[in-house]
């Protein structure tokens, strides 16, 4: 399942590690997998676990605790949006409502052309700038009101469209 090229990817982060603590690039070697594959299967956590001299079980455990990891396919793009308190008192449970209707989705669902999921995330650290969302794990979105939501969307879909 997980190519002979991510295995040689595993090999240089595990270096960088004392043999004895291999374990220790779990999460390197989990987010190789995910850029391969697109989400961590349970196979995958086995391939992972085996390669390391890991439980089974416990590479399970790092994937269920950290939400960067994906554990079934999502859309082209990921988008968290914080419902945690201060992001509640500031509309994100609305912001989060707002893009599943606009979507067509409900909450952890992905559109049917397979573009766009939504999930909802705990705090992601930026409270001062609710409500806050991260697309593809990787960048922020703050103050996002209906409209900036309808705006990034919107550009999102533009982009696939021009690519």
């Known amino acids: 399942m997980i190519s002979e090229a991510s295995k040689t990817l595993f090999a240089k982060e595990v270096a960088k590690y004392p043999s004895e603590q291999a374990q220790s690039a779990v999460m390197a070697c989990l987010a190789i997998v995910q850029k391969e594959l697109g989400y961590v299967s349970v196979e ?97 979105c703050s103050y996002m009101a209906n409209d900036k939501l309808d705006q990034l969307i919107d550009s999102l879909r533009n982009a696939k469209d021009a690519a």
């Open 44 to 140: 995958s956590e086995r391939e992972v676990a085996a390669y390391l001299g890991m439980a089974p079980m416990a590479v399970h455990e790092v994937t269920t605790f950290y939400n960067m990891y994906n554990q079934q396919p999502v859309g082209k793009y990921k988008l968290n949006v914080c419902t945690n308190l201060p992001c509640q008192l500031r509309d994100g449970q609305k912001a989060l409502e707002h893009l599943c209707h606009k979507l067509g989705v409900s909450l952890g669902g992905t559109t049917a052309d397979g573009m766009f999921t939504v999930q909802q995330s705990e705090c992601l650290g930026a409270c001062a700038d609710a409500p806050v969302m991260l697309v593809n794990d990787r960048n922020m």
